[in-house]
């Protein structure tokens, strides 16, 4: 049994909204940990009948509350990654990546460069978009902190992106019925799938902005 299992198995026996939030908020910092095990289960037993839930022995939730609560843990961890940057800076910070302590975190300097690569090329709205992007998530508020990103901006596309995605991660605990494993299994072509969903219906917008301007000027 890997740590994650003993994480889950503590998680199911104490689900509630203060898990929920700390789970989250371990998420969004560098400690890697999967959000796809923490929202969709607390979603699908917040859809079971209230006699079920007694039998079980679980804790009654909201679905509205789960996404707040997790998305409020989400912007915990990311705050947590954006101080430590501006107070640590690069050198150290890279130095850490690149420690033994930072690669049982799963960290390195090329994830770091991959993450600082793919701010610079988005601008500040990589802290929204990055939050549905394997690999990116966790690590996107570091270069965001290392720029010194306007803290406003910071929170609001941080909240946005982490809002959405736990909405569609309660959704999908409804969808999946609770099967730990499949939503393990395939949280990686979920968030693909995710990426291209938003990139289309961006698309559509812009496209459709551009289309109104250019109607305008005739």
């Known amino acids: 049994m890997s740590l994650v299992d003993d994480i889950i198995a503590w998680y199911s026996a104490h689900m509630n909204y203060a898990s929920i939030t700390g789970l989250m908020a371990v998420e969004s910092s560098f400690i890697p940990f999967p959000s796809e095990v923490v929202i969709p289960p607390a979603a699908f037993v917040a859809g079971q009948p209230e006699s079920v839930l007694c039998a079980t022995g679980n804790y009654p939730v909201d679905v509205l509350l789960i996404v707040l609560f997790g998305t409020l843990g989400a912007m915990i961890g990311a705050i947590i990654n954006y101080a430590l940057s501006v107070w640590l800076g ?25 993450a600082e690569a793919y701010f610079r090329e988005k601008g500040n709205v990589s802290t929204f978009v990055g939050r549905f992007i394997p690999g990116i998530r966790q690590l996107i508020s570091i270069p965001a902190g290392l720029s010194r990103m306007h803290f406003g901006a910071f929170l609001w596309w941080t909240f946005l992106g982490a809002f959405i995605w736990n909405c569609i991660l309660a959704l999908l605990g409804y969808v ?19 990426l291209i969903i938003l990139g289309l219906v961006v698309a559509y917008f812009v496209i459709r902005k551009l289309l109104d301007v250019k109607r305008l000027k005739r």
């Open 176 to 194: 999946a019925a609770g099967q730990m494993s499949l939503i393990k299994e395939y949280s990686h072509e979920l968030s693909v799938a995710i």
């Open 90 to 114: 690069r050198i150290i910070i890279y130095k850490f990546a690149d420690s033994r302590l930072g690669h049982m975190c799963l960290l390195s300097s090329e994830k770091l460069e991959k």
